[in-house]
């Protein structure tokens, strides 16, 4: 079982035994069509054979990983959904949708609702202005203090 698991790991991008020619200019090759489920052959020139090939070869330090058996994408979820079940676990919380403006506050400590300037005044959004032309429409925002909402009357 773990050598066919390995096998379609890191199974190479074109195996030799589909290469068929090396002809000067021309590479033929044999491929499978999925739609009707039938082997066929194909002529490149070199150069689009090594175009294409090199579409399949990952840039440096990238690893290729692929999902089978109980993880592969078809059944994934009821596959989880039945582990869960025999192993007694209850099924995992969903997520709660979190404001960007959190989310970013929680990931890099920047608050986007504090004033870039004193970093004490809560940024409000107070208007939006209506779009002109093709320009998208452009939010205001204010520092709300004490004496910013003393002064707005609120």
């Known amino acids: 079982m773990a050598t ?3 096998r379609f790991l890191y199974r ?3 195996s030799n035994h589909r290469l068929l020619d090396i002809d ?3 590479v033929r090759l044999r491929w499978k069509d999925y739609r009707d489920h039938r082997q066929k052959t194909l002529t490149l020139s070199a ?26 994408n078809r059944h994934r979820e009821q596959n989880l ?20 403006r959190d989310r970013l506050e929680q990931l890099t400590g920047v608050s986007l609702r ?6 004490q005044g809560r940024m409000l ?3 939006v202005l209506p779009a002109t032309g093709r320009r998208p429409a452009h939010r205001v925002s204010v ?12």
């Not at 090594?50 to 440096?60: A, G």
Request: proline fraction near 12%; charge should be positive; charged fraction near 20%.
């Open 47 to 72: 150069g689009e054979f090594i175009r294409r090939f090199l579409l399949h070869v990952l840039p440096t330090r990238f690893q290729r990983i692929r999902y089978y058996g109980l993880l592969g």
């Open 24 to 26: 000067g200019n021309q």
């Open 81 to 100: 959904a039945r582990c869960r079940q025999l192993l007694d676990m209850p099924p995992p919380e969903p997520p709660v949708p979190q404001d960007y």
């Open 125 to 127: 959004v107070v208007d």
């Open 143 to 154: 520092i709300s203090t004490p004496a910013s909402r003393a002064a707005m009357g609120s």
């Open 114 to 119: 504090r004033c870039p300037a004193c970093h």
């Open 12 to 14: 190479v991008t074109l």
């Open 4 to 6: 066919a698991a390995l």
